[in-house]
């Protein structure tokens, strides 16, 4: 075993790396037993080992054991409907300004992806979800990550967004459903005047549509964008792009409600 971290302990997240950096995730329970083709790992001792620490397999596989950052849990957790990925997440906390003590409505909640990362930026959400096992998985899938603590400021409710919104003191309104503009009816009186709407959309015929709508509602300083994400080879003198890239995952837009 590795020189010790932070002490790891029941019910904590971890992750498992492999020698060929493949990534399991799992949460530590006494007596369970963490199994793949290469033997077995006691979650016993994992519990208290050290985060960095090196555990060996009953068949003598290697495993770096360490904490999963917000990034890896939203590529591994249970999900159902589709996640924003971190490509897309980190542009919107800048695009949508999102800051501690905001007041954020964000409809289509899916599996929480998003929700994780503005609840650690210290926003207050109230989230809109039309499916019920969703806005469960989402809720199960913050507790996980930042702690029960963390829905306190999370609070979801079964509602469609199109039909309304209740409130009209929103400094956000975060959108990822299939037709946005017809949330802007809504969305005109829920945001307070000079304020920031963002609407993740797939399609580019979508991003048109909601532009439009956008221009007809008064919205100003509208703008869209999309995310390439291109990662690079290096060993030694062989220095080239990924073979494989993560290119169009979707499109960003963002505008103010004018007075």
Same mark, same amino acid.
């Given at each position: 075993?590795?020189?010790?971290?932070?002490?790891?302990?029941? *019910?904590?997240?971890?992750?498992?790396? /492999?020698?060929?950096?493949?990534?399991?995730?799992?949460?530590?329970?006494?007596?369970?037993?963490?199994?793949?083709?290469?033997?077995?790992?006691?979650? /016993?001792?994992?519990?208290?080992?050290?985060?960095?620490?090196?555990?060996?397999?009953?068949? *003598?596989?290697?495993?770096?054991?360490?904490? +999963?950052?917000?990034? %890896?849990?939203?590529?591994?957790?249970?999900?159902?409907?589709?996640?924003?990925? +971190?490509?897309?997440?980190?542009?919107?906390?800048?695009?949508?300004?999102?800051?501690?003590?905001?007041?954020?409505?964000?409809?289509?909640?899916?599996?929480?992806?998003?929700?994780?990362?503005?609840?650690?930026? *210290?926003?207050?959400?109230?989230?809109? %979800?039309?499916?019920?096992?969703?806005? =469960?998985?989402?809720?199960?899938?913050?507790?996980?990550?930042?702690?029960? /603590?963390?829905? %306190?400021?999370?609070?979801?409710?079964?509602?469609?967004?199109? %039909?309304?919104?209740? *409130?009209?003191?929103?400094?956000?309104?975060?959108?990822?459903?299939?037709?946005?503009?017809?949330?802007?009816?809504?969305?005109?009186?829920?945001?307070? +005047?000079?304020?920031?709407?963002?609407?993740?959309?797939?399609?580019?015929?979508?991003?048109? =549509?909601?532009?439009?709508?956008? /221009?007809?509602?008064?919205?100003?300083?509208?703008?869209?964008?999309?995310?390439?994400?291109?990662?690079?080879?290096?060993?030694?003198?062989?220095?080239? +792009?990924?073979?494989?890239?993560?290119?169009?995952?979707?499109?960003?837009?963002?505008?103010?409600?004018?007075?």
């Amino acid at each position: 075993m590795s020189a010790p971290g932070s002490m790891l302990s029941e *019910g904590d997240l971890v992750l498992l790396l /492999d020698s060929k950096a493949r990534r399991y995730l799992l949460t530590l329970q006494p007596g369970k037993e963490f199994h793949s083709h290469a033997g077995y790992i006691s979650h /016993d001792e994992i519990i208290g080992a050290g985060e960095g620490a090196t555990l060996r397999s009953t068949r *003598g596989a290697t495993y770096t054991v360490l904490r +999963p950052t917000l990034s %890896e849990f939203i590529l591994k957790m249970p999900r159902g409907a589709q996640v924003i990925y +971190p490509k897309d997440i980190g542009p919107i906390l800048m695009m949508a300004d999102i800051g501690p003590g905001l007041k954020v409505l964000e409809s289509g909640v899916g599996s929480g992806a998003l929700s994780m990362a503005m609840l650690r930026c *210290g926003v207050n959400i109230t989230g809109y %979800e039309l499916r019920e096992e969703f806005a =469960q998985r989402a809720k199960d899938n913050v507790a996980k990550f930042l702690g029960a /603590d963390a829905l %306190e400021r999370y609070d979801v409710h079964l509602r469609d967004c199109y %039909e309304g919104i209740d *409130g009209d003191d929103f400094d956000r309104v975060i959108l990822d459903l299939p037709e946005p503009w017809n949330v802007l009816p809504h969305a005109t009186t829920a945001l307070r +005047p000079g304020e920031l709407i963002l609407s993740y959309s797939p399609s580019l015929v979508q991003v048109m =549509q909601f532009r439009d709508a956008l /221009d007809k509602a008064g919205f100003i300083l509208q703008e869209s964008l999309e995310v390439l994400n291109r990662g690079w080879y290096l060993e030694g003198a062989a220095v080239r +792009p990924d073979h494989r890239m993560v290119a169009h995952t979707g499109f960003l837009t963002t505008a103010r409600r004018s007075s």
